[in-house]
């Protein structure tokens, strides 16, 4: 058989021929659909041998920083600090993530995020994102409560009824008393939080164990100080195999303005200066002996490291180095 051998001119010759050719009609296509935002809302790595997931409950856009954050400064302060770092400073997003350590023999979940009494479109999704991280509530066996702010209490519970049936739970002594204290009656808004707290955390107080900073919660989970936030708010530092991990809990609210300005005053806690003063004590020691740590509120996957930024610190998120 005879081939045609392919040349240059042939290949033009045949290239100019289908392009005044008639086009062929088709139907026209459907554009593809917009899908809206996303973001991934677990992450897991290990510690030793413990294995540690974040997963995130949800996350809510509000006006800000200003004045939730730099209550001690002015909108323009925090409004040049939030262009510096390539932020709006009229809106922000407050993410909440909670932390499971699984060390071998127990399944530890740090705080229950936004549960039914704060459920919105975007928060509240502990229970169906547990299920694709590859947990069921009932594997859960500590339940550890950071302090008694509705975004850490309210996921113990479903419509009455127990999330984490086979938990036992842990929490901050000072902090227990203080949110069940009858004296909050007398102010209306700490009365609701009062009503909350007796709903969502006192059913379980025959389960419950109290700790105090340098306590256990199991071999290697110990209890930091983190007052300020609230009376009993409690970071935890996580350490196996001679590698940490530090759980700031509410610390910290905001990856930039909490962090780089540790001494501006925060809506959210209720003793501001001692909150203050805990941030940079904490902040502190994990940039210095340059821990991990995981921040309730830092931007998902909610793990990252420290460096000092004059009196402050810059918020460096992890990449691979927990999973090599």
């Given amino acids: 058989m005879t081939q045609t051998p392919f040349t240059r001119r042939a290949a033009l010759t045949g290239a100019a021929a289908l392009a005044a050719a ?155 008393d203080f949110w069940t204290s009858d004296d909050l009656l007398a102010d209306e808004g700490m009365a609701k939080r009062h009503a909350m707290v007796q709903a969502k955390v006192v059913p379980f107080a025959e389960k419950m164990s109290f700790i105090e900073p340098g306590g256990t919660v199991a071999s290697g989970v110990e209890a930091l100080d ?21 759980l700031i809990a509410d610390l910290c609210n905001h990856y930039v303005v909490s962090l780089q300005r540790p001494d501006w005053h925060v809506r959210f806690d209720m003793d501001k200066d001692a909150a203050a003063a805990r941030r940079k004590e904490v902040l502190g020691m994990i940039a210095a002996d340059k821990v991990p740590f995981v921040g309730y509120h830092m931007p998902p996957p909610s793990v990252g490291y420290l460096e000092t930024l004059g009196d402050g610190f810059r918020y460096v998120p992890a990449s691979y180095q927990l999973r090599v």
């Fill in 22 to 176: 008639p086009l062929a009609v088709r139907p026209a296509a459907a554009a593809a659909p917009m899908l809206g935002t996303s973001q991934p809302f677990f992450n897991r790595f290990t510690v030793g041998s413990y294995e540690v997931t974040t997963i995130l409950d949800g996350a809510v856009q509000i006006p800000g920083p200003h004045p939730i954050f730099g209550q001690n400064v002015s909108a323009e302060d925090v409004a040049a600090l939030t262009a510096e770092n390539f932020l709006p400073s009229d809106k922000m997003e407050i993410p909440f993530t909670v932390t499971l350590v699984n060390t071998g023999s127990e399944l530890i979940l740090f705080d229950t995020g936004n549960g039914d009494s704060g459920r919105r479109p975007n928060a509240g999704l502990l229970g169906e994102r547990l299920a694709a991280a590859g947990y069921s509530a009932d594997q859960v066996d500590v339940v550890v409560i950071t302090h008694f702010h509705p975004d850490h209490i309210n996921g113990l519970t479903e419509g009455g009824t127990p999330v984490f049936p086979n938990a036992r739970y842990v929490t901050n002594a000072a902090e227990y």
């Fill in 226 to 246: 983190g007052s300020g936030h609230t009376p009993g708010h409690t970071c935890y530092h996580i350490e196996d195999g001679g590698q940490r991990l530090v």
